[in-house]
């Protein structure tokens, strides 16, 4: 109440992008003087839970007077006439107030309004959106990406070497001057394929700029100073456990440091650290540990322990600058709220046990260059040229995968259990809506995305012809609820787009695997070859296991880097395998490497996936009661013919455990329960693309 009444006007910018609670929050300290802006058509943030419905609402009414007033600003000063009615044509055939939310044609279309462009900025030259078209054959060697990337670096340099126009209000002199690599932009929807641009660009001498968000948490530097704020309480505690030998082995053995590994090793086997150059940096900060905040701290290690003039020992030092001034920036705005040098520490090391992301912006900038971003990264900058490649990528909506969900309107979404687990009609329900607000602002991404142009569009893309083309109405409702990529977007009004397309012949790109050479280096050069040998102490310790502990009292032992990247790459296989289409795989529209491709073609090409009327049940979890104890397990892949049915578990390679037997046998039992069909049983292994046939339960064979 005291806030309500002390505000004069409260004005809120980006309000497609408001969130329920922040609107519940405004509820309650404004006073009949809110002034909202915002274009429900760039509302881009449901994964931050931005609810563009509440501007719909409040557009629809005020429309009508009700509640408050709508002030319309169509004109676009940013964009030439071309662009702007690209853009429109473009729009009203796809966007709504069913599918992204707005009604485009009757509200939303942009009007021109930089008579400039006519004016100084006039000159002959085609300013109507691009389309490179090319026809992708499965078995070429060349990925799409390869591909799109070599058409639009192959387009930039030829408009710079062919003095390529643009206008340049901001020129001192001509306002029509010869494009430069500045001029550029390359906006996608995910961020993956920027290291490919990277190499491409370079193998061409074009210089780009990646504009991308990094992790905090990631770098060395930020775990060598949590590790050092962890020495200093301890040291302060008079507290020598195992969590104090980690941080001490971590920091002495560091690039601040140097200590070598026969130092570190007596200093812990002797329990003696005090004489150590760790402890004796330790003790300038930790004797005024109780006093200092947790900014003075940082400060502190930074001095004590001389990190900026240490970084060059390691590279990267403007990126290790960004980090720890970020961090710097961070630890005074907690300090403001009150957190003490162990609540900060607390803090990262929460942060670091469980991969949380603390993002800052990073640019590698490179004067005059090309710009590469997200489409969420450009959102309120401008360009002249805009590249849009990738538009076959399928849009991301795994989270429909999940067995249990949480819907807004729906509640808390959970299976239920009967010969097996099912899902319920609201499962149903909430997949139906999900996917309408994903189409919706998928589309609201595209628009976003073309609209940071000024000057011309250049979409790349390779159009299937059998799509059914769109009359002179918006574009049937059914077929927008199908779009699950931008290139399903463009088939869906492909006719409309036929005066802008230009067929590209891509072997006519000179396309090359040389921008993948990895110069060797001839290590023997540098050995000398009259070194005398030296003589190593071995030293046998032995060796304990150690388990992490966790607050649910829950143990696990550790895994060695190896095995944790063999999980990784088999749960990701395995997560393939449940989303890919079996009948209609469509693999070159998914955004994997070539490496996954091939391991899901060879799968794939077995012959027990190969027949009329397959059907194929993923992931099919099941529990059920034999002999008074509850079996549970969850079946990678049934596959059900008219006559048969056969079971396969994938592994990542090896598949000879006779456990694995067993467990498959169990799998064979409870299916048995289901069905009078012949039961057959497979394992499979991912890596070795082998396959063998269980034919009793303790043999099998390789089929």
Do not use: W
């Not at 603390?358 to 360009?383: D, P, Q």
């Amino acid at each position: 109440e005291e806030i309500k009444h002390s505000l004069n006007e409260i004005l809120i910018d980006e309000y497609q992008d408001t969130s329920d609670l922040q609107e519940e929050f405004i509820s309650l300290i404004s006073n009949n003087n809110v002034y909202m802006v915002g274009d429900i058509k760039q509302s881009i943030y449901r994964f931050r839970n931005a609810n563009p419905y509440l501007f719909k609402n409040k557009y629809d009414n005020y429309r009508e007077h009700n509640g408050g007033k709508k002030i319309d600003l169509l004109k676009n000063f940013r964009s030439r006439y071309e662009v702007l009615d690209n853009i429109n044509l473009l729009f009203n055939k796809i966007m709504d107030d069913e599918i992204g939310g707005a009604d485009y044609v009757g509200e939303h279309q942009m009007i021109f309004g930089n008579d400039s462009y006519n004016n100084e900025g006039k000159f002959e030259q085609d300013n109507n959106l691009l389309i490179y078209n090319y026809q992708y054959d499965k078995d070429n060697i060349y990925s799409k990406e390869e591909i799109e990337i070599f058409i639009t670096a192959k387009d930039i340099l030829d408009k710079v070497k062919n003095h390529y126009k643009i206008y340049d209000k901001d020129s001192d002199d001509n306002k029509v001057r010869d494009i430069t690599y500045n001029d550029f932009v390359i906006l996608v929807d995910r961020s993956t394929s920027f290291d490919l641009y990277k190499k491409i660009f370079e193998y061409f001498n074009i210089p780009l700029t990646i504009c991308r968000d990094e992790k905090l948490t990631n770098s060395i530097d930020i775990y060598l100073i949590k590790n050092i704020m962890t020495l200093i309480k301890k040291c302060n505690e008079n507290n020598f456990d195992d969590e104090f030998k980690y941080a001490f082995l971590s920091v002495s053995r560091s690039y601040l440091i140097n200590m070598s590994d026969d130092e570190i090793f007596t200093c812990i086997l002797n329990n003696n650290y005090s004489d150590s150059l760790t402890i004796k940096k330790i003790n300038k900060i930790s004797d005024k540990y109780n006093i200092m905040t947790s900014k003075m701290i940082l400060d502190k290690i930074i001095e004590v322990f001389n990190i900026y003039d240490k970084l060059p020992l390691v590279g990267g030092i403007d990126d290790a600058s960004i980090r720890i001034e970020y961090l710097q920036n961070l630890q005074e705005c907690v300090n403001n709220l009150g957190y003490t040098p162990e609540d900060f520490l607390t803090y990262l090391s929460n942060i670091a046990e469980h991969d949380m992301d603390i993002k800052f912006s990073k640019n590698e900038n490179v004067l005059n260059s090309v710009k590469i971003m997200t489409i969420h990264k450009s959102k309120g900058l401008e360009y002249h040229i805009c590249y849009f490649p990738f538009l076959y990528k399928t849009f991301n909506i795994l989270d429909l995968n999940d067995k249990f969900l949480f819907d807004n309107k729906y509640g808390l979404i959970t299976p239920y259990i009967k010969d097996g687990i099912n899902t319920t009609i609201y499962k149903y329900l909430m997949k139906e809506r999900y996917l309408k607000d994903e189409i919706s602002e998928k589309i609201r991404l595209f628009y976003v995305a073309l609209t940071r142009c000024k000057e011309k569009m250049i979409l790349i893309n390779s159009f299937n012809y059998d799509s059914k083309p769109c009359n002179n109405n918006i574009v049937d409702l059914n077929i927008r609820k199908k779009y699950r990529s931008f290139k399903d977007i463009l088939e869906s009004i492909s006719n409309i787009l036929e005066p802008y397309i230009v067929n590209i012949d891509y072997s006519n790109l000179n396309l090359t695997k040389d921008y993948n050479i990895i110069k060797e280096y001839n290590y023997k050069k540098n050995i000398d070859m009259n070194a005398k040998k030296f003589l190593v102490n071995e030293i046998n310790i032995e060796n304990q296991i150690e388990e992490e502990k966790h607050y649910s009292k829950l143990n696990y032992k550790k895994l060695t880097e190896k095995e944790i990247k063999n999980m990784e790459f088999g749960t990701y296989i395995h997560s393939l395998l449940e989303i890919i289409d079996f009948n209609n795989p469509r693999l070159d529209e998914l955004n994997i490497d070539d490496y996954y491709k091939n391991k899901i073609k060879n799968f794939l090409n077995l012959d027990i996936l190969k027949g009329n009327n397959l059907k194929y049940y993923k992931e099919f979890e099941f529990i059920y009661e034999k002999d008074n104890i509850s079996n549970h397990g969850i079946i990678d892949l049934i596959i059900e013919s008219d006559n048969d049915i056969k079971i396969v578990d994938y592994k990542l390679k090896n598949i000879d455990d006779d456990k694995y037997l067993e467990q498959m046998n169990g799998y064979k039992t409870f299916v048995e329960t289901l069905t009078n069909k012949p039961i057959s049983i497979y394992l499979y292994s991912i890596i070795d693309n082998k396959l063998d046939k269980i034919i009793s339960e303790k043999e099998k064979i390789t089929v």
